[in-house]
């Protein structure tokens, strides 16, 4: 089946400094991935849609410019946290569209990863 | 009005029962209709998916579609305590563009199944 990784899967950082996130497709190709933040008990929040070779598409409210995104390949997304904040201490989860196959309008999900900002 | 409305439980049920889990959408335009399941501090899995009305059986699982009351459930059978998770609708219509492939979500219903 399809699956997608990210790394890290947990990170502690000081307060002011970037945190990057990966998020890869390992066994298929996604034009689109996207990503996701998540609060305890609560449902998944699209922060923006990232396309390969293109800028991504942020939701309304998020900082394009806080949280910056990049897809430079097939199997491969990034997230930056820039000069993170406590308040942007949460779960980030990337997924990713498989474009080809039987089910091919739906999105596998990596494992997320636990952002913790001292 | 939210685009899917999903009942946040939470659920508690014994060993064996059946669960039914739902969603309602106010959106015709939906065509794609997926379960997925989220263990604790975990990624979501992709359960079920189908984007026509009627039933999709996969083992215990079925999931349910009618999109003239814009209504979608899933079914659990002979329900385990490793179905122990919070269960996630999720919803994508046929847009294009920037949104395609964006899905919709469910606040989620936190379910226990019991020994």
């Known amino acids: 089946g399809a699956v997608v990784s990210q790394h890290p899967s947990r990170v502690i950082c000081k307060s002011g400094t970037s945190v990057k996130i990966e998020c890869r497709s390992l066994d298929f190709q996604a034009t689109t991935m996207f990503w996701y933040r998540q609060f305890p008990k609560k449902s998944l929040m699209l922060m923006a849609t990232?396309?390969?070779?293109?800028?991504?598409?942020?939701e309304q409210g998020v900082e394009k410019d806080k949280f910056l995104i990049n897809h430079a390949s097939l199997t491969l997304s990034t997230l930056t946290v820039t000069s993170a904040h406590p308040e942007d201490s949460s779960f980030y989860i990337c997924?990713?569209?498989?474009?080809?196959?039987?089910?091919?309008?739906?999105?596998?999900f990596g494992p997320g990863t636990r952002l913790l900002v001292l | 009005q939210k685009e899917v409305e999903q009942d946040p439980g939470p659920l508690s049920v014994p060993e064996g029962a059946i669960v039914s889990l739902n969603c309602t959408y106010s959106?015709?335009?939906?065509?794609?209709f997926m379960w997925y399941r989220q263990y604790s501090r975990k990624g979501p899995e992709l359960l079920m998916y189908t984007y026509s009305s009627g039933n999709k059986e996969d083992g215990r699982f079925t999931a349910q579609v009618d999109k003239s009351s814009k209504y979608i459930s899933l079914f659990i059978r002979d329900s385990q305590p490793s179905d122990s998770a919070t269960y996630l609708c999720?919803?994508?219509?046929?847009?294009?563009?920037?949104?395609?492939?964006?899905?919709?979500f469910g606040q989620g219903t936190i379910l226990t199944v019991h020994p």
């Open positions: 999720a919803i994508r219509g046929n847009a294009g563009g920037t949104s395609y492939g964006k899905l919709t």
């Open positions: 990232s396309n390969e070779g293109s800028k991504a598409t942020y």
């Open positions: 959106n015709s335009a939906f065509q794609y």
């Open positions: 997924s990713a569209r498989d474009a080809s196959g039987s089910v091919r309008e739906t999105q596998y």
